[in-house]
């Protein structure tokens, strides 16, 4: 199956550094979605962005497709950022099933 | 408000004790599943369903059921709980795949002692 790999694991900031997430997979995609896990565990919707670029306020997202890759920004950052962010995909054979990635540890301190 | 809700957030079981999770969704999708989140492993699919009567195993469907009734209801069943389904469970919908997005219900946490 498709396989899904973040980078970095871990990552600490100082409140308003900016800082870029990674996301590459290994086939291609139909469906690429990144999302905020609270720290009460909820999944957030961040963006769905199979291809392209969007932006929401201080986040924003690439995906290029053709290079298997998509990156998530984060401008600014505030403690509130603080938290997992998973990159999910769906491809190949695996119809509507997100395949995760193993999740970035973002921790803002203020 | 577009939501998909389960219930209940918090659960303690016990072994044995057959228990029920309940998912709701108020989108009109036809795709719902089901994922169970365990440090180490990440998140894993364990039941899907295409539509109205239509369900299907997912990586990991070992020890739970499910049914799709109704559109909008995806609840999942564990008959026999055991303490390796201790976890944080997902429910979530979508429109017909592939090229639709998930959204996620609020989780729930599920320890079985």
């Known amino acids: 199956g498709i396989q899904v790999e973040q980078s970095p694991p871990d990552l600490i900031l100082q409140e308003g550094a900016n800082s870029t997430l990674r996301c590459n997979f290994s086939d291609s995609v139909n469906n690429l979605q990144w999302f905020h896990q609270n720290p009460w565990g909820q999944l957030i919707n961040l963006f769905y962005i199979p291809s392209g670029t969007k932006q929401n306020g201080r986040l924003s997202a690439t995906t290029v497709a053709t290079e298997r890759y998509s990156l998530l920004y984060i401008s600014s950052s505030q403690t509130t950022d603080s938290g997992v962010y998973f990159c999910?995909?769906?491809?190949?054979?695996?119809?509507?099933?997100?395949?995760f990635g193993q999740g970035t540890i973002l921790t803002v301190h203020p | 408000e577009a939501q998909v809700t389960q219930n209940p957030r918090y659960l303690i079981t016990v072994t044995g004790k057959k228990l029920t999770v309940t998912c709701s969704q108020n989108m009109n999708h036809e795709y719902m599943s089901w994922y169970r989140q365990d440090p180490g492993l990440g998140l894993r699919q364990i039941y899907y369903?295409?539509?109205?009567?239509?369900?299907d195993k997912g990586d990991v469907p070992e020890g739970y059921k499910v049914s799709r009734k109704e559109k909008r209801n995806f609840p999942l069943i564990l008959e026999s709980p055991s303490p390796n389904q201790t976890s944080l469970y997902f429910c979530?919908?979508?429109?017909?795949?592939?090229?639709?997005?998930?959204?996620f219900g609020q989780g729930t946490r599920l320890t079985v002692v």
């Open positions: 369903s295409m539509n109205v009567e239509v369900t």
């Open positions: 979530a919908s979508s429109a017909v795949p592939p090229h639709t997005e998930a959204f």
């Open positions: 999910a995909v769906t491809g190949g054979t695996s119809y509507g099933k997100l395949t």
